[in-house]
C-alpha cells in the first residue's frame, strides 16, 4: 500500500514510525513532514490544509490511503472535498468529516452534543459579544476559579483558567469584544470549573465499531509543578496509574459508548480517532472536551504501547470492519519528554542546530518542530524533539527518558523535570 499522513509534528512522525513497521508498507509519504519523519518515508512539501497539492499527490503518487494528524484540515473539510471529488472519492480518509471535526472546532457544538446524548461534563453556557453582560452575571452565579474557553480552534491557547472574578469578567469583554484570540473567541463558553486530575482516553472508530486505545496524561503547563504558561505539551505517561479497570468500564459505559452511539443517533459520519479529555473528580469521569484527532504529545507514548498492525487498524476504520481486527497492548509504561525552544510557549528563536541524537540508546525519539537543511537537523518549532521510552512502571520509563534528553542539544533547550510529578 502507498500512504500518505497529512503533518510536521511529534504526531505525525509517530504515526510514520508506526506504520512503517508494516509488512503491507509499499511506499510512506508525510506532507509537509520534518527531519524526523524524512528518515523513514519521503516528505512531500506541501501544506497540509491546501487541498488541491494534497489531490495532486494523491493522484501522482497512487496514494491508498490518507491519513489526517493535526485537526485543521479536518475542521477545513479535507475528508469532505476527498468524498465530494471524483477522482479521490474511493480514497479513505482517516479523519471525521466536516460535521464530526465540529467537535473540535466548537465548544459550544460539543457541549450540545454531550447534554443531548447524556455525557457527563461540566455546567455551562455560551455568550457573544451581544450577551456580554449577561456572561458577567453567569460568572456571578459561579464559584471561583472561573473557565472561559474560546469557542473556535485557537492553536491549545484559548482556555483561561481565572480566580479573580473582576480579572474573568474583564477576560471575557477582551476574549468577545476585543477579539483576544480573533474568530475563535467570537463565541465564548464558560463553565464550571470540576476540581479533579485530567487524563486522556483515545478511541479509534469506524462509526459504529470502536477500540480504546491505550490512556496517557500529558503535562501542558511550561514550568514545573503545572505553572507558567499553557504549552502544547511538555511530556505524556501511558497508562495512567490511577485508571483501574473499574474506571475504565466507568468511562467506557458512560462516555465512550454513548458518544459513538450519539454519532450514529445525529447522523455524524465518523472514521476517525476521537480524542476525549477527561477529568476524574472523586472517582466519577468527566468529559472536559473532546478532540478529533490523536493528542501530541500523546501520540508518542500510546502508539509504542500498541502491539496490533496500525495498518490493518486504519484500513479497518476505512471500510467500516473494526470489529474484525485484533487489538493488543504492550503491558510495559511508556513515557515522554519534550524538548523545547528557549522562550516557547511566548517568542523564541528558529534554526537552531541540534546534536547528540546518535548518542541516545534504549529510547525513541520523535521530531516535533524540525527540518533538514545541508544535511543538518534544525529547529523550526516551539516543541522540537521528544525522546519517548519503555519501563515497568512510569519511574523507570522517566529515568532512561531524562538519560537520554541530557545527550541531545541546541542553543536555549529546555525540558520539564518533573514529568509524572503528581502520579
Known amino acids: 500500500m502507498n500512504i500518505l499522513v497529512l503533518g510536521s509534528g511529534g504526531r505525525e512522525h509517530t504515526f ?10 509499499e511506499n510512506l509519504y508525510v506532507a509537509p513532514g520534518n527531519a524526523g519523519t524524512a528518515k523513514i518515508a519521503t516528505n512531500i512539501a506541501i501544506d497540509a490544509a491546501d487541498f488541491e497539492a494534497v489531490k495532486e499527490q494523491v493522484i501522482s503518487k497512487s496514494i491508498d490511503l490518507v491519513v489526517v494528524g493535526p485537526e485543521d484540515p479536518l475542521v477545513k473539510g479535507v475528508h469532505d472535498f476527498f468524498l465530494a471529488d471524483e477522482a479521490l472519492k474511493s480514497v479513505p480518509v ?63 491557547k484559548g482556555v483561561l483558567i481565572l480566580n479573580d472574578l473582576d480579572e474573568a469578567k474583564a477576560e471575557l469583554s477582551n476574549m468577545l469584544v476585543d477579539a483576544k484570540f480573533g474568530d475563535a473567541s467570537s463565541k465564548v463558553v464558560i463553565e464550571e470549573f470540576l476540581d479533579g486530575i485530567e487524563l486522556s482516553v ?19 503547563r511550561i514550568g ?31 462516555i465512550v459508548k454513548p458518544t459513538v452511539e450519539g454519532l450514529q443517533k445525529d447522523n455524524i459520519p465518523y472514521k476517525g480517532f476521537i480524542f476525549i479529555g ?14 478529533v484527532r490523536m493528542g501530541d504529545p500523546e501520540t508518542e507514548v500510546v502508539f509504542p504501547r ?11 476504520t476505512g471500510n467500516g ?45 520523535f521530531h516535533a518542530g524540525t527540518i533538514l537543511k545541508d544535511e543538518k537537523v534544525l529547529t523550526s518549532g516551539g516543541r522540537v524533539i521528544a525522546v519517548t521510552s519503555y519501563g515497568s512502571d512510569f519511574k523507570e520509563a522517566l529515568k532512561k527518558s531524562y538519560q537520554n534528553i541530557e545527550k541531545l542539544h541546541f542553543d536555549k533547550m529546555y525540558y520539564r523535570k518533573d514529568i509524572g510529578f503528581d502520579l
Request: proline share 4%.
Open 278 to 291: 477527561l477529568i476524574k473528580v472523586g472517582n466519577e469521569p468527566l468529559v472536559i472536551e473532546y478532540n
Open 94 to 156: 482517516i479523519g471525521p468529516q466536516k460535521l464530526g471535526a465540529t467537535l473540535e472546532g466548537s465548544k459550544e457544538f460539543a457541549k450540545e452534543f454531550m447534554k443531548r446524548h447524556k455525557v457527563p461534563t461540566a455546567a455551562y453556557e455560551s455568550f457573544t459579544k451581544d450577551t456580554v453582560a449577561d456572561g458577567h452575571k453567569f460568572l456571578e452565579s459561579l464559584t471561583a476559579p472561573y473557565v472561559l474557553k474560546a469557542d473556535g480552534l485557537a492553536a491549545g
Open 306 to 316: 500498541i502491539k496490533s498492525d496500525l495498518v490493518d487498524l486504519l484500513v479497518a
Open 321 to 365: 470492519t473494526l470489529d474484525q481486527v485484533s487489538f493488543e497492548i504492550d503491558k510495559r509504561t511508556a513515557t515522554t519528554v519534550m524538548a523545547v525552544s528557549g522562550g516557547y510557549p511566548e517568542a523564541y528563536e528558529k534554526g537552531k542546530e541540534i546534536t547528540g541524537e546518535e548518542n541516545i540508546e534504549d529510547s525513541l525519539v
Open 202 to 220: 483515545f478511541v479509534l472508530t469506524d462509526g459504529k465499531n470502536y477500540k480504546i486505545l491505550p490512556t496517557a496524561k500529558d503535562y501542558k
Open 224 to 254: 514545573e509543578g503545572d505553572t507558567g504558561l499553557n504549552t502544547g505539551g511538555m511530556g505524556a505517561v501511558s497508562p495512567v496509574p490511577f485508571a483501574n479497570d473499574e474506571f475504565m468500564q466507568k468511562i467506557e459505559d458512560r
Open 16 to 25: 510514520t514510525w508506526k506504520l512503517a513497521q508494516s509488512d503491507k508498507i
